[in-house]
T-cell receptor
Framework: EDQVTQSPEALRLQEGESSSLNCSYT??????LFWYRQDPGKGPEFLFTLYSAGEEKEKERLKATLTKKESFLHITAPKPEDSATYLC????????????FGIGTKLQVIP | NAGVTQTPKFQVLKTGQSMTLQCAQD?????MSWYRQDPGMGLRLIHY???????DQGEVPNGYNVSRSTTEDFPLRLLSAAPSQTSVYFC???????????FGQGTRLTVV
């Protein structure tokens, strides 16, 4: 069974304090790994898709990386507006290409 | 360009009542899906559609029906609401089943 485990569950950072969020996964065959951001009371918003080990993608203060067993979302010099829950999801090959979501990491950035 | 629009935003139902959650997208996406989000659990797929006239079951389909008569609309029907269906429901659309999803704002449903 496909599984996604995100850690930590919650993270509190001072503004400017860089850190990383972890997404560990097991999947029969990886078609892609997605990162989403979710603000309270809103739907998830797409950030990145990674397809193969070694791949990296960046957007403003965020950088996502992928290995064969996990993905990291690095946040450099975060600002309060980066506060949100960050969701990781893996899509399997085969079948209906099921997407399995993690529970998320709730990030709070304090001014 | 509104993206994915869900209505209503909030709903309270009594056990046994039926209702339809509406979802519409204006991006001409072929793939649409419904998820539910519960505390301590990741988003779980209820039903999905790869195009007009084609629907299929996801991970947790029991108690829900869907139809897709047009590319734009993908309503979710609760046939006889149960307290276990209390959740936040998200509709999503994407160009293809393996491209990034665009989510609606969600419907918070409480069944009493």
């Amino acid at each position: 069974e496909d599984q996604v485990t995100q850690s930590p569950e919650a993270l509190r950072l001072q503004e400017g304090e860089s850190s990383s969020l972890n997404c560990s996964y097991t999947v029969s065959g990886l078609r892609g790994l997605f990162w989403y951001r979710q603000d309270p009371g809103k739907g998830p918003e797409f950030l990145f898709t990674l397809y193969s080990a070694g791949e990296e993608k960046e957007k403003e203060r965020l950088k996502a990386t992928l290995t064969k067993k996990e993905s990291f979302l690095h946040i450099t010099a975060p600002k309060p507006e980066d506060s949100a829950t960050y969701l990781c999801a893996v899509q399997a090959t085969g079948g209906y290409q099921k997407v399995t979501f993690g529970i998320g990491t709730k990030l709070q950035v304090i001014p | 360009n509104a993206g994915v629009t869900q209505t209503p935003k909030f709903q309270v139902l009594k056990t046994g009542q039926s209702m339809t959650l509406q979802c519409a997208q204006d991006m001409n996406h072929e793939y649409m899906s419904w998820y539910r989000q519960d505390p301590g659990m990741g988003l779980r797929l209820i039903h999905y559609s790869v195009g007009a006239g084609i629907t299929d079951q996801g991970e947790v389909p029991n108690g829900y029906n869907v139809s897709r008569s047009t590319t734009e609309d993908f309503p979710l029907r609760l046939l006889s609401a149960a307290p276990s269906q209390t959740s936040v429901y998200f509709c999503a659309s994407s160009w293809h089943r393996n491209t990034e999803a665009f989510f609606g704002q969600g419907t918070r449903l409480t069944v009493v």
